[in-house]
């Protein structure tokens, strides 16, 4: 089993920043990918961008590419995601979460229970 838990969402203005990160626990060391994705509301949730074991390999959605920063720091088994230049539109529920690979969203097996981010304009 493996636990999840997102922190650092909140409240910014437009262009700020904010930094999530996820922790994870459990029987974290058969995860491979760790990704974020986003729900915001009355929309499907979304891929955002996803890190390998080794973080030699990132994935992200073109909304985010140039402004997100996906890393992770496995000695403390934990996953973050810098957001610069923040949007309005980026206001959702950020999730972590972990699986064997990058794609489909259905891979991904293990899920936190999402942190707020809201981007005034």
């Known amino acids: 089993q493996v636990q999840l838990v997102e922190s650092g969402g909140g409240l910014v203005q437009a262009g700020g920043s904010l930094r999530l990160s996820c922790a994870a626990s459990g029987r974290t060391y058969s995860r491979y990918e760790m990704g974020w994705f986003r729900q915001a509301p009355g929309k499907e949730r979304e891929f955002v961008c996803a890190i390998n074991w080794s973080g030699s390999s990132t994935h992200y959605v073109d909304s985010v590419k140039g402004r997100f920063t996906i890393s992770r720091d496995n000695a403390k088994n934990a996953v973050y995601l810098q957001m610069n230049s923040l949007k309005p539109e980026d206001t959702a529920v950020y999730y972590c979460?972990?699986?064997?690979?990058?794609?489909?969203?259905?891979?991904?097996?293990?899920w936190g229970q999402g942190t707020q981010v809201t981007v005034s304009s």
């Open positions: 979460a972990t699986g064997p690979r990058p794609f489909p969203m259905t891979v991904y097996d293990y």
